[in-house]
């Protein structure tokens, strides 16, 4: 499967984003969905994943509460709104897939990237 990311840009404190991911093939819904982001001089980290069976989600404590992942399997596509952003959310985040996702937030579970998408937040 290949990835899309989308819908990064410049923003300042307190605004709001929706990256989007789009995936190429016809078995999106076998797959795994989620997001990571790497910020400069850091390790990349997970951030969201939604699940292919059940929809389940699970989110990064960072990110708990301000950040929505969903999946739109009509369209092959997965989101991530981002709202109350904040200096610490800047990074280039990362689309990712995988068949089998079991350790959700381990960069090593996931065989599919996106090619990744800027988010700055301006302080």
């Known amino acids: 499967v290949q990835l899309q990311a989308s819908g990064g840009g410049l923003v300042q404190a307190g605004a709001s984003l929706r990256l989007s991911c789009a995936a190429s093939?016809?078995?999106?819904?076998?797959?795994?969905m989620g997001w990571f982001r790497q910020a400069p001089g850091k390790e990349r980290e997970f951030v969201a994943v939604?699940?292919?069976?059940?929809?389940?989600?699970y989110y990064h404590d960072s990110v708990k509460g301000r950040f929505t992942i969903s999946r739109d399997n009509a369209w092959n596509t997965v989101h991530l709104q981002m709202n109350d952003l904040t200096f610490e959310d800047t990074a280039v985040y990362y689309c990712?897939?995988?068949?089998?996702?079991?350790?959700?937030?381990?960069?090593?579970?996931?065989?599919?990237w996106g090619q990744g998408t800027q988010v700055t937040v301006s302080s």
């Open positions: 939604v699940m292919k069976t059940g929809g389940r989600t």
């Open positions: 990712v897939a995988d068949l089998y996702v079991v350790e959700y937030d381990s960069t090593n579970e996931y065989d599919y």
């Open positions: 093939g016809r078995t999106f819904t076998k797959y795994g």
